[in-house]
């Protein structure tokens, strides 16, 4: 399949340009904003602030908006007339922000244009607000966290090209545009809005819905269950991990939740010092067609990323590289690896510096050659004395013990393009 270029629900041919995205009438139902308007009430063109109780007073940001068009006003009302959207006063801080207005003028064209599919737009504005304080509990004493809204219209934007290094080949490491990124310089996240439509036999649209970041005590409203620890710490001995996901409507094989670990990556030189990431995961929610419960999530998602080890197998963690210590060898053990060993007393692959601590001895590589797990780069042998793996961009880890390492890299749930439409998949 391949993304269009719009996200409309009509034929191509059909597509409704911004411009004529606000049709001249809008019926309000009985029950509208401050009482204005009622059953078979027409706006006109002139009428649509007052039509919809915009106060030109309270909300001069929004009104000035829908009176030039940039909103237009069928935004404020689903296909089936009933009224969304109106949170005026959230409309009007979100167009406070700065460089915020020209994104959400695109979201809310392309949601007014829907005939079909809900328009919400206003759960993604609170959750804009929503992420950044909870991303400041978990990261005190720097600059607090920011939002910034992205309009995604089409269905890949690679930010991370293929690598195929060392013993990296066949590992995809690439984020699709619905993943949320963390510029750790500036301490501002950019969130998606999803807007898509994919061709092919049959045009899937996919529109974002609801966002939700996981906190003490909320109930999980996919599984009903309750979130006791918005965070697990130290999953990998070292960082901590929350949850964010949100929730995608439109065509049935286009629905589910696009689920994000939140890695709190705890680095200590240079002080306290911690950096977030966004890490599409597999969601999880079902194993064996029982419910995962909530405040299991976050583990169970880790386990995800990591291969499906438990927590407690890892024995460090640098960026996306994971270290299980073995307890034997494992190509004594039958374990399917290259002929070719590579062998040296420093090893490196994508800036991780593996380096012999003792007078004697190199580190030895296996690649592996297994087609499962598909995110096992190989097997490590680390000789008496230890080693250590430095990094110019994460913490180093200063000894691991002599013995036998399987090295993994993260999975990711979107190494897969047809992840993306999450309730087939997830």
Same mark, same amino acid.
């Given at each position: 399949?391949?993304? &269009?270029?719009?996200?409309?629900?009509?034929?191509?041919?059909?597509?409704?340009?911004?411009?004529?995205?606000?049709? +001249?009438?809008?019926?309000?139902? $009985?029950?509208?904003?401050?009482?204005?308007?009622?059953?078979?009430?027409?706006?006109?063109?002139? $009428?649509?602030? =007052?039509?919809?109780?915009?106060?030109?007073?309270?909300?001069?940001?929004?009104?000035?908006?829908?009176?030039? @068009?940039?909103?237009?006003?069928?935004?404020? &009302?689903?296909?089936?007339?009933?009224?969304?959207?109106?949170?005026?006063?959230?409309?009007?801080?979100?167009?406070?922000?700065? @460089?915020?207005?020209?994104?959400?003028?695109?979201?809310?064209?392309?949601?007014?244009?829907?005939?079909?599919?809900?328009?919400?737009?206003?759960?993604?504005?609170?959750?804009?607000? %929503?992420?950044?304080?909870?991303?400041?509990?978990?990261?005190?004493?720097?600059? %607090?966290?920011?939002?910034?809204?992205?309009?995604?219209? +089409?269905?890949?934007?690679?930010?991370?090209?293929?690598?195929?290094?060392?013993?990296?080949?066949?590992?995809?490491?690439?984020?699709?545009?619905?993943?949320?990124?963390?510029?750790?310089?500036?301490?501002?996240?950019?969130?998606?809005?999803?807007?898509?439509?994919?061709?092919?036999?049959?045009?899937?649209?996919?529109?974002?819905?609801?966002?939700?970041?996981?906190?003490?005590?909320?109930?999980?409203?996919?599984? %009903?269950?309750?979130?006791?620890?918005?965070?697990?710490?130290?999953?990998?001995?070292? $960082? !901590?991990?929350?949850?964010?996901?949100?929730?995608?409507?439109?065509?049935?094989? &286009?629905?589910?939740?696009?689920?994000?670990?939140?890695?709190?990556?705890?680095?200590?030189?240079?002080?306290?010092?911690?950096?977030? *990431?966004? *890490?599409?995961?597999?969601?999880?929610?079902?194993?064996?067609?029982?419910?995962?419960?909530?405040?299991?999530?976050?583990?169970?998602?880790?386990?995800?990323?990591?291969?499906?080890?438990? &927590?407690? !197998?890892?024995?460090?963690?640098?960026? !996306?590289?994971?270290?299980?210590?073995?307890?034997?060898?494992?190509?004594?053990?039958?374990?399917?690896?290259?002929?070719?060993?590579?062998?040296?007393?420093?090893?490196?692959?994508? +800036?991780?510096?593996?380096?012999?601590?003792?007078?004697?001895?190199?580190?030895?590589?296996?690649?592996?050659?297994?087609?499962?797990? %598909?995110?096992?780069?190989?097997?490590?042998?680390?000789?008496?004395?230890?080693?250590?793996?430095?990094?110019?961009? *994460? =913490?180093?880890?200063?000894?691991?013990?002599?013995?036998?390492?399987?090295?993994?890299?993260?999975?990711?749930?979107?190494?897969?393009?047809?992840?993306?439409?999450?309730?087939?998949?997830?």
């Amino acid at each position: 399949m391949h993304p &269009a270029t719009h996200s409309t629900e009509a034929a191509p041919a059909a597509a409704v340009t911004p411009a004529a995205a606000a049709p +001249s009438t809008l019926h309000l139902s $009985d029950d509208a904003d401050e009482g204005r308007g009622n059953i078979g009430h027409v706006l006109t063109g002139d $009428d649509k602030p =007052d039509g919809l109780g915009i106060d030109a007073d309270l909300y001069p940001k929004l009104r000035k908006a829908v009176e030039a @068009g940039d909103i237009p006003a069928s935004v404020f &009302a689903n296909p089936n007339g009933n009224p969304l959207n109106r949170e005026y006063a959230l409309w009007e801080r979100a167009l406070g922000q700065k @460089g915020w207005a020209e994104p959400l003028y695109s979201i809310a064209q392309d949601a007014a244009r829907r005939s079909t599919y809900e328009k919400d737009v206003t759960p993604y504005l609170a959750f804009l607000f %929503k992420l950044g304080p909870y991303l400041d509990r978990h990261t005190p004493g720097r600059k %607090k966290w920011s939002c910034f809204p992205k309009y995604v219209e +089409s269905e890949w934007e690679l930010e991370m090209g293929d690598d195929g290094e060392g013993f990296a080949n066949g590992t995809v490491k690439r984020r699709s545009a619905f993943t949320p990124v963390a510029d750790n310089d500036t301490r501002v996240v950019t969130v998606p809005y999803v807007a898509v439509c994919v061709t092919g036999r049959v045009s899937q649209w996919c529109y974002s819905k609801e966002y939700y970041v996981f906190e003490s005590m909320m109930i999980d409203p996919i599984s %009903k269950g309750v979130v006791v620890n918005e965070v697990e710490e130290k999953l990998n001995g070292r $960082d !901590d991990y929350g949850l964010m996901f949100y929730t995608l409507n439109g065509s049935a094989t &286009a629905t589910g939740y696009p689920t994000f670990l939140i890695i709190f990556e705890r680095r200590t030189e240079g002080g306290d010092n911690t950096f977030v *990431h966004f *890490h599409r995961v597999h969601p999880k929610r079902k194993s064996n067609g029982l419910w995962t419960p909530a405040c299991k999530l976050i583990e169970k998602t880790y386990q995800y990323m990591a291969g499906n080890v438990p &927590a407690t !197998d890892v024995q460090a963690q640098q960026g !996306d590289m994971v270290y299980i210590l073995h307890g034997n060898d494992p190509l004594a053990a039958g374990a399917k690896v290259e002929d070719t060993v590579q062998a040296a007393r420093q090893l490196n692959f994508e +800036s991780h510096n593996h380096c012999a601590l003792g007078d004697e001895g190199n580190i030895e590589l296996h690649v592996s050659t297994a087609k499962t797990p %598909k995110n096992r780069l190989g097997f490590m042998q680390v000789p008496e004395g230890g080693m250590a793996v430095r990094h110019p961009e *994460h =913490d180093d880890i200063n000894y691991l013990q002599a013995g036998w390492y399987e090295v993994r890299r993260c999975r990711s749930w979107e190494a897969n393009p047809r992840a993306i439409w999450s309730l087939t998949i997830d």
